[in-house]
């Protein structure tokens, strides 16, 4: 899977590990419109694309465009959650905390 949304997403983390302040989980995106999926270990100084196979901390479903808009700045990820643009599953502890590291590398 090489999905561009998330490649931009982890280069940002990449230059710079601040906004992830220790955090330490696994998230899988499920991208609606492509079918792509990615699995990101966040290691509390930085992010990839896990290749093994152990669980995900939460699940979050969500079209490219509007992963884009979140990266971005464009869209707030509480209003894309209430509007039903992305959908989670799992611990929902997590989708608070990306949504701070969303906000941090928009």
């Given amino acids: ?3 561009q949304a998330i ?3 982890l280069s940002k983390i990449h ?3 601040a906004g992830l302040k220790g955090y330490n ?5 499920n991208f609606t419109d492509t079918e792509d999926t990615a699995l990101v270990s966040f290691d509390g100084n930085g992010a ?4 093994d196979a152990q669980a995900p901390d939460c699940t979050v479903t969500i079209s490219t465009e509007n992963f884009k808009q979140l990266t971005t ?3 707030n990820p509480q209003t894309a959650f209430l509007m039903g643009k ?4 799992g611990d929902m502890s997590h989708l608070l905390r990306l949504s701070s590291i969303l906000a941090y590398y928009k």
């Fill in 1 to 3: 899977m090489s999905n």
């Fill in 7 to 9: 490649d931009t997403f």
């Fill in 15 to 17: 230059d710079d590990s």
């Fill in 25 to 29: 989980a696994r998230i899988q995106f």
């Fill in 48 to 51: 990839h694309i896990a290749t």
């Fill in 73 to 75: 700045g464009q869209m």
């Fill in 86 to 89: 992305l959908k989670s599953k």
